[in-house]
């Protein structure tokens, strides 16, 4: 299961919205996902992206809303969800 998780500096700011697979590759796949509703960039100061449990990479907030996603087993893969 992929999770998307913030590190803010308010809890009440929300959650990545709009969660894509932009594109599968043989191992990995690129991720795109859209800022919380209503959110100065400047309050969101990372994303931590998982995949079946593990940290698989951290986004600066007010860096791009993408990650790479490297070195996955996409055999089992058959469904992504976003999770508050």
Known sequence: MLKLKLNV?????GF???LRLERQ????MLMSWAPP???PQA???SYHVYLDGQLKTTIRGNDRTKALLEKVDLTHVSSIRKVK
């Open 43 to 45: 309050q969101i100061q």
């Open 9 to 13: 500096i308010r809890a009440e700011i």
């Open 37 to 39: 509703d209503h959110v």
């Open 16 to 18: 990545p919205r709009e």
């Open 25 to 28: 590759l043989i191992s990995s």
